[in-house]
């Protein structure tokens, strides 16, 4: 699975980096960044991802089953 973050939704609210430092950080325009950018699988991470998807108040995580 792969994260992704759709920049045109993604306002900058920093709730996914400053909720799950493990996958995400602040772009300099404050948007989020995914930190991970390749496959995760490891299942902390994987559960992380879609906490933080749920999280993201305009809805851009993106989460990629493949
Ligand atoms: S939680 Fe959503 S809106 Fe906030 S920085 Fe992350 S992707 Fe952007």
New binding site residues.
């Given amino acids: 699975m792969k994260i992704t973050?759709?920049s045109d939704?993604?306002?900058?609210?920093?709730?996914?980096?400053n909720?799950y430092t493990n996958l995400?950080h602040?772009g300099p325009d404050?948007?989020?960044v995914v930190t991970i950018t390749g496959e995760l699988d490891d299942e902390d991470q994987i559960v992380d991802a879609g906490s933080?998807a749920n999280?993201?108040?305009?809805?851009?995580?993106k989460l990629d089953y493949g």
């Fill in positions: 973050i759709d939704l993604c306002q900058g609210r920093s709730r996914c980096y909720l995400f602040a404050s948007k989020g933080a999280a993201c108040p305009l809805g851009a995580i």
